[in-house]
């Protein structure tokens, strides 16, 4: 009851993460990193003992436009176009042969083909959820259609990307964050997820409409106590879920630490929306549409 | 109630077993001296280290009925090649791929272990080696073990006579039993060389080498002064055509181009699959906490039930076989979190009967019964994003991820569902005593018996 009577609350702090999502993402963007581009990435670290890391730029490394970048004590990350696997040796060599802990490389086309890929799945889960929703909900058309159910979560499921992909984008303003195709990846996880979260919220006051059938609540007060019923266990799921994507953030490999960070971001977006916004638009669309009981 | 608690011991028996066989290492690292296991976990190249290629086929002069002949001929040549550098499980497959509208052939070549890049794509991309050894002095009388333990090298010497002194390859047909042959003529310099090699070595075996392997061992009948040699290992046509265009053309059959390439270092792959089975164990463990602290009993049931989950999906893993990468067990640490979300429904709905007034036994089944519904919708949309993901995969990690998310989703409704209910109906006491409500009741503020 209190967040459906404070909905307006809630609601600007959703619209002002998201404008300030919205403006991160038009003035700075996201960096596409060589999944989508094509490039190259090399790593490499020197023996402490017998080697130490020189003094290299893009220039004297003869790769324009690369960006050099040192890691830990003893090593670099190089990002340059693709190099073929003569250049790559090349390029060994005038670093003076160090270990190699990784090479990357992306032909152009792949990349393209990659970023069209990402889009069709984004795409199709987007339609999936949409279909999805309104089968879930097609008996359910009193007080509100069921294709208002789908929509308010669609608002949900916007407004989770945004926030994801906005914060993203300031990391990639600051910390030269590259999202990859792990990224994507991630956004999808998180509207699966979020969808979950939501559909469990509007399956209880589903069950409810159908426990009063004679309309004696009103309908905000029966979406009030959906919430509250479903509250301890929306925030639960959500609190096991971010424990397991910390851990994984703070000890698991390098290559997934952006994964786990793009999903803790999404999944605590996506609990706060479908306890705060879905569930309180469900009231609102109600009234807008004249309803008043 | 001793029928439950029976299936709950069983229960119990067999997710031991489960684990036991998931817990066996044996066998996952290709340097474990110890007996290799059947079922071993599949590392990917991102944690066992070595080298992912992907190579484009230039396919276009080829009529589209047979690209995937000529693709499949492409990847037996290939894979001959990659065998030479002795590579533990190497893997060839041909894929499809391309933007919308276009179609592109492509090859995937990974070399588990190979981290130079250079080396392997050269060997790939090479010309096939032929070559002609004589057998060491004394090799020939080796004892069956003895040849089982011999490396070709152990046993043949190189004559110097190679591909390099090929003037043509041809087919020709044997002229009594009609089998293909490829006919190999010298130039003048391999000729005498032939010549020199038949002379001296009448009577004994000569090995013809191919990309390092032998594929035939001729004995020397006479010397041979005409210059040409014919290899009739047991060709088929087709393999005995392809050897005659390789050998002149030295090409493979479809022309290809390195369109990626990813390679891991050895030391960044153990540091990963390290951090990876640490960030599992620490995952499982604050989850594990957290459910004891805020639901008790039903806490611990579903503690044991995530355990069930964990060892039921290793060992699919293996029996799959699933080939784990970081983004695959990061994929599995998600799970765990998102697993207990139906014991967590499930539990929550058990509260509100009790609140109801009900009593215990009752609430548990009315518990999971009215989750039930809640459970499928919500785990559906996950498994919808899995397939989707796992269709429209750009890479082999997101590949990898999907797998391992939509079978974990999969996997916890069974566990959550059979595993908590056959637990919590077995260890649900009758009474109505405040410590057995303390103990199945959850949060920090004691709640009211009624309300």
Redesign the interface.
């Known amino acids: 009851m209190f967040i459906v009577r404070n909905r307006a609350v809630f609601y600007s702090i959703s619209g002002i993460l998201c404008v300030a999502a919205l403006v991160a993402l038009f003035a700075w963007g996201l960096k596409p990193g060589i999944?989508f581009t094509g490039g190259s990435i090399v790593?490499v670290a020197y023996d402490n003992a017998s080697s130490t890391r020189p003094v290299v730029t893009a220039e004297s490394l003869g790769l324009e436009g690369a960006s050099i970048r040192e890691t830990g004590s003893n090593g670099f990350i190089i990002r340059a176009k693709e190099l073929?696997?003569?250049e790559?040796?090349t390029l060994l060599a005038e670093l003076g042969n160090p270990?190699?802990?990784?090479?990357?490389?992306?032909?152009p086309?792949?990349g393209?083909?990659?970023l069209?890929?990402?889009w069709?799945?984004i795409g199709?889960?987007l339609l999936?959820?949409v279909l999805?929703i309104t089968f879930?909900f097609r008996r359910v058309s009193r007080p509100v259609s069921s294709w208002k159910y789908g929509l308010i979560a669609i608002v949900g499921l916007a407004h989770n990307i945004l926030i994801a992909a906005g914060a993203f984008a300031l990391f990639g303003h600051l910390f030269g964050f590259e999202i990859d195709?792990?990224f994507?990846?991630a956004l999808?996880?998180i509207?699966?997820?979020s969808?979950?979260?939501t559909?469990?919220v509007f399956?209880?006051v589903r069950?409810n409409l159908r426990d009063d059938s004679k309309g004696r609540k009103a309908f905000d007060e029966l979406v009030g106590e959906s919430v509250r019923?479903?509250f301890?266990?929306s925030v639960?799921?959500s609190?096991?879920?971010?424990?397991?994507?910390v851990?994984?953030y703070?000890?698991?490999?390098?290559?997934?630490k952006h994964?786990?960070l793009a999903?803790a971001i999404g999944i605590a977006a996506g609990t706060y929306s479908s306890i705060f916004l879905c569930s309180p638009l469900l009231v609102s669309a109600f009234k807008w549409q004249g309803g008043n009981k | 109630m001793w029928k439950q608690r029976i299936s709950a011991l069983l229960l119990l028996v067999i997710a031991f077993g489960i684990g036991y066989f998931a817990y066996d290492k044996a066998g996952t690292n290709a340097s474990d001296s110890v007996t290799p296991s059947r079922f071993p976990y599949r590392l990917g190249l991102d944690l066992s280290g070595g080298t992912h290629l992907v190579f484009r086929a230039d396919t276009a002069s080829l009529p589209e009925s047979e690209v995937s002949e000529a693709m499949q001929s492409l990847a037996q040549a290939v894979e001959r090649r990659v065998n030479v550098l002795g590579v533990s499980e190497p893997l060839v497959q041909v894929e499809e791929g391309g933007t919308v509208g276009t179609t592109e052939h492509r090859l995937i070549v990974e070399l588990p272990g190979i981290t130079d890049v250079k080396q392997a794509v050269d060997a790939i991309g090479k010309t096939p080696t032929l070559d002609f050894r004589l057998m060491k002095p004394g090799s020939e009388n080796l004892t069956p073990e003895e040849q089982e333990k011999a490396t070709f090298d152990d046993v043949f010497v190189t004559t110097g006579l190679t591909g390099r002194y090929l003037k043509r390859a041809t087919l020709q047909f044997n002229p009594t039993t009609y089998a293909p042959e490829v006919g190999l003529q010298w130039n003048d310099e391999g000729a005498k060389l032939f010549a020199q090699i038949t002379r001296d070595n009448v009577g004994k075996p000569l090995a013809i080498f191919l990309d390092g392997a032998p594929i035939s061992i001729p004995r020397i009948q006479t010397e041979i002064t005409s210059g040409e040699a014919v290899i009739n290992g047991t060709f088929k046509v087709e393999e005995a055509k392809a050897l005659v265009r390789d050998l002149n053309y030295g090409a493979l059959p479809v022309p290809v181009s390195l369109a990626s390439t990813q390679t891991v270092g050895a030391t960044l792959g153990q540091g990963a699959l390290n951090a990876s089975v640490h960030a599992g164990l620490i995952a499982f463990i604050a989850v594990a906490i957290f459910l004891i602290i805020w639901y008790r009993v039903p806490g611990l049931v579903a503690t044991i039930a995530l355990a069930i989950y964990v060892a039921l999906n290793l060992a699919l893993f293996k029996l799959v076989p699933v080939t784990l990468t970081a983004a695959g067990i990061a994929g599995f640490v998600l799970t765990l979190g998102m697993a207990v979300d139906a014991n967590i429904l499930i539990f929550e709905r058990m509260k509100e009967e009790i609140a109801r007034g009900k009593k215990l036994p009752e609430a548990i089944k009315e518990g999971f019964h009215r989750a039930w519904l809640s459970i499928r919708d919500s785990n559906l949309s996950s498994i919808i994003t899995a397939i989707i993901l796992y269709y429209f995969a750009s890479t082999p990690i997101v590949k990898g991820f999907a797998l391992v998310f939509g079978l974990g989703v999969v996997v916890s409704m069974f566990t959550a569902i059979t595993a908590s209910r056959t637990l919590l109906i077995a260890v649900a006491p009758r009474g109505e005593r405040a410590l057995s409500r303390f103990l199945f009741g959850s949060g920090f503020i004691p709640k009211k018996s009624s309300r």
Do not use: C, W, Y
């Not at chain 1, 609190?239 to 994507?245: D, E, F, Q, S």
């Not at chain 1, 703070?250 to 997934?256: H, I, M, N, S």
């Open positions: 999944d790593e073929t696997p003569e790559h040796n270990v190699e802990k990784r090479f990357d490389s992306v032909g086309i792949l393209k083909e990659a069209q890929k990402s069709m799945s199709l889960v999936a959820i999805f879930v195709t792990l994507v990846t999808l996880v509207l699966g997820f969808i979950h979260d559909i469990v399956d209880r069950e019923a479903t301890v266990r639960n799921t609190l096991t879920t971010l424990l397991a994507i851990v994984l703070l000890v698991g490999p390098e290559a997934t994964f786990s999903l």
